[in-house]
């Protein structure tokens, strides 16, 4: 047997590659954290991503270094430096001819400076009205040659990165060589258009011409890529420059090329736009840099210019279907550097590890979600919170020693003790009073007192009715209540899980809630508060329990504005319908016939919700608490307890 073959080579920077592998659990905590704050799972890991932790950048920090990068790449230079050394050379060329011609006094060196004075003044006219110039200065004329030269680079030079310097006083069989390496190019992208194999023929097209193309693609679309990138970035250039220099331009680069470079060039234009349609052809760039560059530099600086915006779309992840895998490690690479290759794996790996744990699931859609194993951590943690505030004094504890106050009565009773809030037995508290012998009119002592005892009722069910509409989420308050709501059945699942909790959300209708569902939930951008609709079901959940403590625990910031119709469609009106608080009301008699106290939680102090929930308070015998929603958890949790001691409408 062999074992595993190994390949190393050296360490190109980033993290250490000995660290030990980032902890999941963190991650988690922190997606868990953006959840009890009123995020959705899938908004919770985006606020991770962006934000990095544990020493990691996020896709934040790397999107605002791609940006300054775009800003210095702005300042490269101007955009009309080839117009501007075609100028320059014109200029030299005319001088130097100028200067042969100033020792002659004969007419025909006279009439030579009159057709310097009237040169047109555009650029590409004069130089096309000097080619049949026939120059005195050898130097001029070398000069003025020098145009051609340097257009037919900078042309391709800004198809070809690098063949400014590599054409440079090239031979006639140096520029064949291109033409040959333009037609057989054209002819492999002809053949894979027609839906040809290529990759032999790529092969041989590399071996013949590899020297035009320092990078060394591997494949043909690796080719195509690279051209089609840098043949949008040339026609970005001509439309970032004034019609003016265009135009001289344009004929300008006609002038100096032959027909056949002219239509080898334009056949490749066509077959890489036709290639790769989806590049951003075109479009205006401002650079504002203070010295000219030459087409190909300045294709090159906008070629540059393109990846750092298709990299700042990348990193932004605001597009549908955004994903981490659309990010190129390549652009990132030559934008930022190989640590920031680095960082951008590692924030794969966390969104790979949550979801391989299965801390994280996808639905059906496609939608992120918090796995059940998640929710209970997030719930313990959330529980965590709500008890580290709650004092120690006794609140919060779960020992039951006495016989039970909500259960049927046995017929016995016990003396009173400090603290029992059963019913007194009155005729034997009276008869222990006579039998002591008491004075007339008879006097009670603290000794006298017994309380009935009841069957303790050893379980409760808890419907916690919590608002989704959208002034919770507009108010700041969403967040609270989803903390409290998980940490309540956190707490109802593990310390008593012979209790039976529903979570109840209601805005234009209401629907009970699983933890994972409400954990991926947003506040519901609808109008209407159906209080009512949440009572049925919350009746329905106490009838479904009929031997346990009922307890209903309402979190709201409004009154009631919705109300079921017969046919089961939300009516919503503001300010609520007569007929919607009268059906609300129905039910909270309906609920309240169940023996259940409905204890309200107020988070707004408005006076119409002030005026109902004190209504509700009177017709059903429940509390009404105005917390802060910073402490709604601690208020929900501590009256549940409560409430499961035996403890009654108070």
């Known amino acids: 047997m062999t074992g595993p073959a190994y390949r190393y080579g050296p360490w190109a920077g980033g993290r250490d590659p000995l660290e030990p592998p980032y902890d999941v659990a963190v991650a988690l905590d922190e997606i868990g954290a953006s959840v009890l704050d009123g995020a959705s799972p899938r908004q919770a890991m985006r606020e991770l991503l962006r934000r990095g932790a544990d020493g990691l950048r996020g896709l934040d920090d790397l999107r605002r270094q791609v940006a300054r990068r ?123 258009a027609r839906g040809e194999h290529t990759s032999e023929q790529f092969e041989q097209f590399m071996a013949a011409h590899g020297e035009f193309f320092p990078s060394q693609p591997q494949t043909l679309a690796e080719l195509v890529d690279d051209l089609a990138r840098r043949a949008a970035a ?37 077959a890489l736009r036709g290639a790769r349609p989806d590049l951003p052809w075109g479009g205006k760039q401002r650079m504002r840099g203070e010295q000219g560059m030459g087409m190909g530099d300045a294709t090159t600086a906008l070629a540059e210019l393109a990846d750092l915006e298709d990299l700042e779309a990348a990193l932004g992840q605001d597009y549908p279907g ?95 003790q400090f603290g029992d809030e059963q019913p007194l037995d009155v005729v034997r508290t009276v008869r222990n009073a006579v039998q002591r012998g008491g004075a007339r009119p008879l006097r009670l002592l603290v000794d006298d007192f017994e309380v009935v005892e009841t069957e303790r009722r050893t379980c409760a069910a808890v419907a916690l009715l919590v608002d989704l509409s959208f002034s919770m989420e507009l108010r700041g308050t ?28 209601f805005s234009d209708y209401a629907q009970v809630l699983s933890p994972e569902k409400l954990a991926g939930l947003d506040a519901q951008r609808v109008q209407g508060t159906n209080l009512q609709h949440a009572l049925v079901l919350a009746g329905r959940h106490l009838a479904s329990h009929p031997d346990a403590e009922p307890v209903v625990l309402v979190v709201t910031d409004g009154e009631p504005t919705a109300h079921l119709t017969r046919t089961g469609h939300a009516e919503f009106c503001w300010p609520p319908l007569a007929e919607t608080l009268e059906l609300t009301m129905a039910e909270v008699e309906r609920v309240t016939r169940r ?21 509700l308070a009177a017709r059903n015998g429940g509390r009404v608490f105005a917390p802060d929603p910073t402490r709604l958890g601690e208020y929900v949790v501590s009256d549940y307890l409560r409430a499961r001691r035996g403890r009654r409408a108070h």
């Open 70 to 192: 775009q800003r210095e790449a702005r300042k490269q230079g101007r955009l009309d430096g080839t117009l501007q050394e075609v100028r320059e050379l014109l200029d030299r060329a005319v001088e130097l001819e100028k200067t042969a011609l100033f020792p002659d006094p004969g007419d025909d060196a006279r009439m030579r400076e009159l057709e310097f004075e009237t040169l047109p003044r555009d650029t590409a006219r004069a130089v096309q009205s000097l080619k049949p110039y026939d120059w005195r200065s050898a130097e001029a004329r070398e000069t003025y040659e020098q145009i051609d030269d340097l257009l037919r680079r900078e042309v391709l030079d800004s198809q070809f990165s690098g063949m400014k310097a590599a054409l440079e006083n090239a031979s006639p069989e140096a520029m064949q060589a291109v033409k040959d390496m333009l037609a057989d190019l054209n002819a492999m992208l002809q053949a894979d």
């Open 478 to 505: 969403w967040g609270a209540a989803k903390q409290t709501a998980l940490a309540l059945h956190s707490l109802v699942s593990t310390k008593y899980p012979q209790d039976s909790i529903e979570i109840i959300g």
């Open 595 to 615: 023996g259940a106290t409905i204890n309200v939680f107020m988070l707004d102090d408005e006076p119409r919700l002030v005026e109902f929930v004190q209504h």
């Open 234 to 270: 040339q026609q970005a250039l001509m439309d970032s420059l004034t019609p003016e220099q265009r135009q001289e331009l344009e004929e300008l680069m006609q002038g100096a090329m032959d027909m056949d470079l002219q239509a080898q060039l334009a056949q490749l234009g066509d």
């Open 322 to 416: 955004a994903s981490l895998d659309d990010i190129d490690e390549a652009a990132v690479q030559r934008a930022l550097g190989r640590s920031a290759v680095d960082d951008v794996a590692a924030l794969r790996r966390i969104e790979r590890e949550l979801l391989e744990q299965g801390y994280l699931v996808r639905d059906a859609r496609g939608k992120l979600e918090l796995s059940p194993r998640a929710v209970r951590r997030v719930g313990a943690t959330a529980l965590r919170k709500v008890f580290s505030r709650l004092d120690a004094g006794g609140r919060g504890a779960h020992d039951v020693r006495d016989a039970g106050a909500a259960g049927e009565v046995t017929g016995a009773s016990r003396a009173w």
